[in-house]
């Protein structure tokens, strides 16, 4: 019976030592853990290839859980206002485990430029270079090409390219197949088409006028939102010669009649892809393809009327 007691007698001694041990350097430690601070992190994950075969199949589960890394970590590093330096290297991990996830793509500008400290250039070119891979991966998203236009025209060249004027001008200049995407794209989704549309001003404080109404007029040949047809013809009562502009809608309003009498059941962007619908029996014979009836192609139809597309 006195063993145990003696067993017991000991680890009560064992216990008491490390209580004070543990008191003893308890402060110190504390002291050492305020003062110092993370100033670089370690990447922990193989290069993006070889993470797909280390996924062993289960690509989405493991672009979830680095997505999931992401969403905290970026919390953490604000808060503790150090910068995300993994933040490329977790979003290539993505892209290669599951290039067609859309959120990722929706996110990325902000991620990127949202840091403590100024975003580098370098972080603003891979922001941009994200939002392409996810118009490669998804060309249909108008949400995607809405955030790609926007970032290129508007954010990174007023924000973060000041120190390079040559290049932000170079981008607002390229902005524009973007956002007109972005319209021809926007379906239902209206609050795309109006937020694109509002990027032609780009072209006219660039001095680009005739950039600027091209934009416009490509934006109101696709868009089926009555409200922002009116707010685009509204611009370019502005900037086009009433003349022109009267032409112009008399094409537009002869293509909507044929695109609702042959094909009512689809957008005038499918339609624009399909071609005008021609009878072969009245087209056939010779002088008959210069009938705007007989057009192969809305270009070609456009000339016949009298006036580009």
């Known amino acids: 019976m006195k063993r145990p007691e003696a067993e017991k007698a000991r680890l009560l001694c064992v216990l008491a030592a490390c209580v004070v041990a543990i008191a003893g350097v308890r402060a110190r430690l504390v002291a050492v853990h305020q003062r110092v601070k993370d100033q670089h992190e370690v990447y922990f994950l193989p290069p993006a290839g070889e993470l797909v075969r280390a996924s062993l199949g289960y690509k989405a589960a493991v672009a979830d859980l680095l997505w999931a890394h992401i969403m905290v970590s970026q919390g953490l590093h604000t808060f503790e206002r150090?910068?995300?330096?993994?933040?490329?290297?977790?979003?290539?991990?993505?892209?290669?485990?599951?290039?067609?996830?859309?959120?990722?793509y929706l996110y990325a500008d902000a991620f990127f430029t949202f840091q403590?400290?100024?975003?580098?250039?370098?972080?603003?070119?891979?922001?941009?270079?994200i939002l392409e891979r996810g118009v490669r991966a998804r060309p249909t998203d108008a949400e995607i090409w809405l955030n790609l236009g926007q970032f290129v025209g508007f954010v990174a060249p007023s924000s973060y390219l000041d120190d390079r004027p040559a290049e932000a001008e170079r981008w607002r200049r390229e902005t524009a197949a973007m956002l007109?995407?972005?319209?021809?794209?926007?379906?239902?989704?209206?609050y795309i088409g109006w937020q694109a549309v509002a990027g032609a001003h780009i072209f006219d404080k660039a001095g680009q006028h005739e950039a600027a109404i091209r934009f416009l007029l490509r934006a109101l040949a696709v868009t089926d939102d009555e409200e922002l047809k009116g707010d685009i013809l509204r611009r370019l009562r502005r900037m086009m010669a009433q003349r022109d502009l009267a032409a112009h809608q008399s094409r537009m309003d002869a293509f909507e009649r044929i695109v609702k009498s042959e094909l009512p059941f689809i957008r005038k962007t499918l339609a624009l892809v399909l071609g005008p619908p021609v009878d072969p029996a009245r087209c056939a014979g010779p002088g008959r393809d210069e009938a705007p009836a007989c057009a192969h192609s809305w270009e070609r139809w456009s000339q016949l009327q009298g006036g580009q597309r």
Do not use: C, M
């Open 82 to 104: 150090r910068r995300f330096e993994n933040l490329s290297r977790l979003y290539d991990a993505i892209g290669e485990l599951d290039p067609t996830w859309r959120t990722p």
């Open 116 to 129: 403590t400290s100024a975003a580098p250039y370098e972080d603003v070119v891979k922001a941009r270079q």
């Open 180 to 190: 007109a995407r972005a319209v021809e794209l926007s379906g239902e989704s209206s």
